[in-house]
C-alpha cells in the first residue's frame, strides 16, 4: 500500500512537472517593456521607421528606401541596460505571435537575441553585444514556437567581433535586448510588422532535474526500505531463533541485489562500454591469471576531434547520439578478448591483450576509416584522434597508458584524425598485481583532462 501510494505521486509529480510547473516573460504592448524602432539610418540609409500601438499589439512601419548596402528596420524590445540585462538561460522555447506584410512575395523575419558579456562586450559599443538570431517567415509561421537552442550567433558578428571559442557559441545568461527584424535581403518598399505577443516559457525545474530528484526519492525510499527490512528481520532473528530461515532468504535477496547493482556500476550508461572501475575490475581478473597470454600487450587511446563544438552547435543529445555511435562501431570491431571502456567524456581505451604495436596501430587505422567514412546526424563530420603505445611483461601499466595518451595529443598536434604510435619508456613491464594498484588510474596526473583541443 505505501508503494502503491508513493507510486502515484510520483506520476502526479511527473504530471505536474510536465504539464505545469511553468513560467514565462511577455513581450508586448502591454508588457510596460519598452519597444522603440531603429532602421538603417543611423548608419547613413535612408530607411525611415516607426512604432505604434494598435490595440493590444504593436506595429512597426518601415519603409525600405535604397541608399544603404544592408537597409533593415527593427524592432527592439529593451529589457536592459549594458551592462545589466536578464537572464533567459533558465527558458527553453520563444513564441512569438504576429505577422508582416511588404512588397516581398516571401517574407522573412529575423528574431535577434542580444546578449551582453563584459570578456567582449562594451557598454559604449552597443553593436558589441553578441547577435544570435532566428530567421523565419511570418506566412508559414504566424505563430512560431522555437527552442532557444535552435538560435545560431549571426555569421555577420562573428566576422565583426573575434572572441575565444570558449565564448563561440550561443549565451542567454545576460540578454540586454530582443529585436524582431525584417529580412537579410529585403526589399525596397513599404512593410508592416505586427506584434502581438513574444513569450519566452520554461520549466521552474527542468524534466531531467526533476527525473533526477524521483530517481533519487525512490533510491533513498528503497534503501531505507530495505535498511528497515533488514533491522526488523534481525530483530526477529534475536527473538526467535527460528527465524533463521527467513533472515537467510532476505540476505540472499540482498546478495542478488548487491551483485546487480555491481554490474551496472562496472558500465558506462550511455555506450555500454566498461567504465573505469569495470576496467580495474578486468585487469584485476587478468593480474589473478598471470602475464603469459596477456603480454605483451598494445593500448590506444582515443579521443573524438572538436568534440566541444559539437555539443555548442548541435547540443548534447546529438554529442550523446556521437559518443554512442562511435563506442558501437569500436564495440563491432574488435574481438572477445579485447578490453574497451569508455575513459571519459569524449575519450576511450582500447586494450589489446597477446598484440604488437603494429597490428594494434592498423586496428587503429581501420577504425578512425570506418568513423570518418561514416554518416552522422546533422551533416556531422566526426572524426578521432587515436594514440597507439605498448607495454610488455614488467611494465608499469600506467605508463603504457600514459605513453598512448601522449601518442594521442600528439595525432592532435598534428592536425587529427590520425593515428600516431609512442614506443618511449621502460622496455618491460607487468600487471597491477592487486585491484589497489589499478585503481590508481582514477588519480594519475592525465585522467583529468581539459576540453577538446
Known amino acids: 500500500m505505501v508503494f502503491l501510494a508513493l507510486f502515484l505521486v510520483t506520476v502526479a509529480a511527473l504530471a505536474w512537472n510536465r504539464f ?21 539610418s543611423s548608419s547613413g540609409g535612408k530607411t525611415v521607421s516607426s512604432v505604434r500601438r494598435d490595440g493590444r499589439a504593436l506595429v512597426m512601419d518601415c519603409d525600405i528606401r535604397p ?40 517574407q522573412q523575419l529575423r528574431l535577434f537575441l542580444l546578449n551582453y558579456n563584459p570578456a567582449y562586450s562594451n557598454p559604449s559599443q552597443p553593436e558589441s553585444a553578441k547577435v544570435q538570431e532566428l530567421v523565419y517567415g511570418p506566412t508559414a509561421h504566424p505563430h512560431l514556437t522555437a527552442k532557444l537552442s535552435q538560435f545560431t550567433v549571426s555569421s555577420w558578428w562573428s566576422a565583426a567581433h573575434s572572441v575565444g571559442v570558449e565564448h563561440a557559441g550561443t549565451e542567454f545568461d545576460n540578454i540586454v535586448a530582443v529585436q524582431v527584424a525584417t529580412g537579410g535581403n529585403v526589399a525596397p518598399g513599404k512593410h508592416v510588422i505586427t506584434v502581438d505577443q513574444i513569450e519566452f516559457s520554461g520549466k521552474l525545474v527542468s524534466p531531467a532535474t526533476f527525473r533526477l530528484w524521483v530517481i533519487a526519492a525512490w533510491l533513498l525510499g528503497g534503501l531505507g526500505y530495505l535498511a528497515a527490512y533488514a533491522y526488523n528481520a534481525k530483530k526477529a532473528l534475536e527473538a526467535n531463533r527460528y527465524g533463521k530461515a527467513a533472515l537467510e532468504r532476505l540476505n540472499a535477496e540482498l546478495r542478488d541485489e548487491t551483485a546487480h547493482l555491481k554490474n551496472v556500476a562496472r558500465r558506462d550508461p550511455l555506450t555500454g562500454a566498461l567504465n ?115 607495454a610488455a611483461a614488467g611494465d608499469d601499466l600506467v605508463d603504457g597508458i600514459k605513453r598512448a595518451d601522449e601518442a594521442m595529443y600528439l595525432a592532435k598536434s598534428n592536425g587529427r584524425d590520425r593515428v600516431e604510435l609512442n614506443m618511449g619508456g621502460p622496455q618491460y613491464a607487468s600487471l597491477p598485481s592487486e585491484v589497489g594498484e589499478v585503481s590508481d588510474f582514477e588519480s594519475s596526473e592525465f585522467v583529468s583532462r581539459p576540453g577538446d583541443l
Open 67 to 106: 541608399g544603404y548596402a544592408w537597409p533593415y528596420c527593427n524592432l527592439v524590445f529593451e529589457l536592459g541596460r549594458p551592462p545589466q540585462g536578464v537572464d533567459l538561460s533558465a527558458y527553453d522555447t520563444i513564441t512569438v505571435r504576429g505577422t508582416s506584410t511588404g512588397p516581398e512575395t516571401d
Open 20 to 40: 505545469g510547473m511553468n513560467h514565462h516573460l511577455d513581450l508586448g504592448a502591454n508588457s510596460g517593456i519598452a519597444a522603440r524602432a531603429i532602421d538603417d
Open 276 to 390: 573505469r572501475y569495470g576496467l580495474r575490475d578486468e585487469l584485476s581478473k587478468a593480474a589473478e591469471h598471470g602475464d603469459v597470454k596477456f603480454f605483451p600487450l598494445s593500448i590506444v587511446f582515443i579521443d573524438i576531434d572538436h568534440f566541444k563544438h559539437i555539443n555548442d552547435q548541435h547540443g548534447h543529445v546529438v554529442g550523446d547520439q556521437v559518443i554512442k555511435e562511435i563506442s558501437d562501431v569500436i564495440s563491432n570491431a574488435i574481438q572477445r578478448d579485447d578490453i574497451f571502456a569508455r575513459w571519459g567524456g569524449e575519450e576511450f581505451l582500447l586494450i589489446f591483450p597477446g598484440t604488437e604495436p603494429g597490428d594494434a596501430r592498423a586496428i587503429a587505422e581501420r577504425l578512425r576509416r570506418a568513423i570518418a567514412g561514416r554518416p552522422w546526424p546533422n551533416g556531422l563530420r566526426v572524426t578521432g584522434s587515436f594514440g597507439v603505445s605498448k
